[in-house]
């Protein structure tokens, strides 16, 4: 399986970074998609690349740093993507829960990655907080007659704001909240009305830890929980689950393998 949503750079694992790529391996997370949420985040993302063979990087301002962001930002944002391991733009959003960065800056950080994505070629990864008729509204711009893929990451919106992004080709990010004993905003009912081949599985690591880890750092090697769940609400066997999801993955940020 791919863990698509992992900040394997985050302090939290500067003590066992390279314990938490093993057990993750070991629990069949052979591939990790760490995106970036400032400049810093996106360059240490981008070296992890060259420590493990099985991370791939993406490169982007988080709308709680989008005060930070400028035109010399874009620019070394666009020279980060010419590394061979940078898969995507992201994450990039719109987070009006905590509105860390003024509103008016988070949409223009926005806008403006989305159209570095679409320039790129590179699909991009989503953070929507409180911000889903925002964020909708400028990706259904963005999108237009076609687009290079898009994740709604740590998905929290609702039933038709998930019917609309699959509608549009986007794909879903389904993580630990979907294993809490009591999801927000009727998570597994949504998630299970959706079909399988837009799904892909997420930790959101070091945060957002499934149950029974729920409150606890979070790690790769915990995605297995998640894909037990999603197998579950979905009646198929871990192991077709997997494959699925797997490949979306796959195809989403047009990896050379899964291993």
């Not at 039933?159 to 999801?183: C, H, N």
Request: proline share 6%; aromatic share 6%.
């Amino acid at each position: 399986m791919i863990d698509s949503h992992c900040h394997l750079d985050f302090p939290h694992f500067d003590g066992d970074r390279d314990a938490v790529v093993v057990r993750a391996v070991l629990a069949g997370v052979t591939t990790v998609i760490n995106p970036g949420t400032d400049l810093e985040s996106s360059r240490r993302a981008v070296a992890l690349t060259e420590r493990y063979d099985n991370v791939y990087a993406a490169v982007g301002v988080h709308p709680h740093d989008a005060s930070t962001f400028g035109h010399q930002t874009l620019s070394e944002l666009r020279q980060l993507t010419t590394h061979p391991k940078v898969v995507a733009i992201g994450e990039i959003g719109l987070d009006y829960y905590r509105d860390l960065s003024p509103r008016a800056q988070q949409r223009t950080a926005f806008e403006s990655q989305l159209t570095l994505a679409a320039g790129l070629d590179l699909p991009v990864i989503i953070h929507q907080r409180e911000s889903g008729t925002d964020v909708m509204a400028a990706l259904r711009d963005w999108a237009g007659g076609g687009h290079p893929g898009c994740v709604l990451h740590a998905f929290s919106g609702d039933q038709e704001m998930a019917d609309e992004a699959v509608s549009l080709g986007f794909y879903i990010g389904v993580g630990g909240p979907l294993t809490w004993r009591k999801p927000a905003r009727r998570l597994p009912e949504i998630i299970s009305h959706l079909p399988l081949n837009c799904l892909v599985v997420e930790t959101d690591a070091p945060y957002l830890a499934p149950h029974p880890h729920r409150g606890k750092r979070n790690e790769p090697a915990y995605m297995v929980l998640v894909a037990e769940r999603l197998a579950q609400l979905c009646s198929l066997s871990l192991n077709e689950l997997s494959r699925q999801v797997t490949e979306n993955t796959v195809r989403l940020f047009r990896l050379p393998s899964a291993n």
